[in-house]
């Protein structure tokens, strides 16, 4: 009985965010407002309609394959909403990351912190990626059976323990498993789900909207915001199309050389900067950080995280109590090193949720801890855990592998040395990271075209200086520096704050530069790192939510759980 306390919590917090478009989209009559993009027409030229109350909705119809249109078409879904001032200096589109997030999704959640950071020149536009939410081609590999791929999914993400080789050499081999078993499942137009397609369907959305404006296709530019792996969508973009480039922001940048080559490798380079944060936060928050106890200095309390770490690496934390978990569990040290990996992302969301994860564990109290990372739930439970993130797993995985061209090094030994080197970089989240994505793509033999194949990064000029941004500390993709590097004339705009993305908080220097860029294409001067309002230990009961969540089932569950 009691036990469904954390299901309902779950489900209500769930719920009140999907509730309003999901119930409707049985409602396929209602032509006034769209609730669904089942009533939103695919045509090959834009024409918007009402939806989801404040925005209007269309569905591009396109090539699979530009190059061969003997392929067939697929359908692209877009989410407007109008700038305040009419007319718009143009179309922004957005891409929240990823890969395998949904751009209309990302940005009706968003919206309000989009239009602080961009302000209200542009119109902007959320786009659904091939493969991912509403955009074709539909990619399954259980057949419409998503309860399949959530119990599939949940073995193959949680409790790989890479410390331990037993563990490691299970992984490389069920790992193997996706690619053999999606192969034989998938869709076959699963090849042309790639980024460099979707950025010829980025270029595909400006010719087709300056033509209904009778302008010129050939002279239409893109404006876009990319944030995370919509960083490299944007300097694919920008690299293949250097001369259709309109303002571009690219923030949270990724080593796009590093993403091709399919090692994933170069993201961690500041995470345990990020994770070391939390402790000086935490002393700065006082009491409000629960985890600070009776401690003084930084320093004291990494020590004291750092041995219940260990403690709980050595001695795993037995949980049996019904009314946090629904069978008995055993916490182990790989689940906390995966909280604390969604936990940098988001400081001021996920820090306070942290400590009070950290300050029971160092009393080996595991309840909380454990019903956060789903320890102890069923997959097929009344909770309904397929509402909490494993669908945006295939288009992931999907989009990441036909993009790598197989050029990773997919032999076990390889798997183990990169295991090795992730430790390396961080010994906090080192453990957690490479289970993503890199060893699933071995046995996925869904080869893109040559055309949808980039041939990588070289230096280019761009019509327009691109301006890229990220946080002082971003645990999983600081590459600003090298990403710049390939284009001419670009910029560097930083921000004092740790996290994922410019919109973990607010900082009225960050969005007048950025608005100016977007008004007038003026980049900030050269080495601006801007002040904010960042705060990862937000007073009590001030606790909301912003910016980019990581698309870890974890990341939903601590808040729905909270
Ligand atoms: C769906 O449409 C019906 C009329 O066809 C209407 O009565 C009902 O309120 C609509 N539901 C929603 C959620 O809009
Ligand atoms: C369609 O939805 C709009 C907005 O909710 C509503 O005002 C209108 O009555 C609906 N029309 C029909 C036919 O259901
Ligand atoms: C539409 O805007 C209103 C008022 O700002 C807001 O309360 C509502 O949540 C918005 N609806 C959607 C679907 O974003
Ligand atoms: C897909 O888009 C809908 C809006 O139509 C959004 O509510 C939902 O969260 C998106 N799904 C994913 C997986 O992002
Ligand atoms: C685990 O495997 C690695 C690489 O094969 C090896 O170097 C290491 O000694 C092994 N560790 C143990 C505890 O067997
Ligand atoms: C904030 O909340 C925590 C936990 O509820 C409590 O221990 C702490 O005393 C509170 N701090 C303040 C300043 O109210
Ligand atoms: C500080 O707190 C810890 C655990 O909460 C306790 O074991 C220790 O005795 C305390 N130290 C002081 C000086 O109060
Ligand atoms: C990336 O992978 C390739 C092939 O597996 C390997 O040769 C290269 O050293 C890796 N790069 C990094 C930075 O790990
Ligand atoms: C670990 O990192 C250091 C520098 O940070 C580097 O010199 C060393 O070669 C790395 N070791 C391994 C095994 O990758
Ligand atoms: C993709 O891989 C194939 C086979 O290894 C290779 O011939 C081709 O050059 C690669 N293409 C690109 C663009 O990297
Ligand atoms: C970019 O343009 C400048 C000025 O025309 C030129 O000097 C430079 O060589 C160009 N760079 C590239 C990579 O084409
Ligand atoms: C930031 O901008 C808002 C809105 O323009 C303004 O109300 C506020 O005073 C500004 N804050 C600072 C610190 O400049």
Redesign the pocket.
Known sequence: MINRVFCLLGLAASAAASAALLQRDYNTTNTTMAYSFKDVPITADLQYIPCFDNFTCTQLEVPLDYDDLDAGTTNIAFVKYDAAKQPALGDIIFNPGGPGDSGVGGMIQLLPQLVELIGDSHNIVGMDPRGVNHSGPLLDCFDGQPWLRDYYYSQLYNGVDPRSNVSLSTYYELSGTFGTWCTQHLNKAAKYVNTPATARDLLQYAEVLAQSQNKPREEAKVNYYGASYGTVLGTTFASLYPDRVGKFLIDAVVDGDDYYRGNWSQNLLQADAAVESFFKYCVEAGSVCVFK???STAEELKQRFDAMLLNVEEDPIPVTDPLYVQVPTVLAHIDVRVLLTVAVYNPPVFFPILAAIAAQL?NRDGLRAAAIASKGTGPISECNYMALGYEAILPREVIACNDNNKSFDDREEALFELFKEQKNLSTYLGDTWLVGIVPQCRNLNTTPPGTQLFPGFKKVNTSTPILFADNTIDPVTSSYDLMSSYFEGSRILLQEAVGHGLMVTSSNCTSSYVQQYFKTGELPPKDTVCNTNFNAFPPNGTLTKRGLMPGHPVARRSIDLW
């Open positions: 106890a009776n401690s160092e």
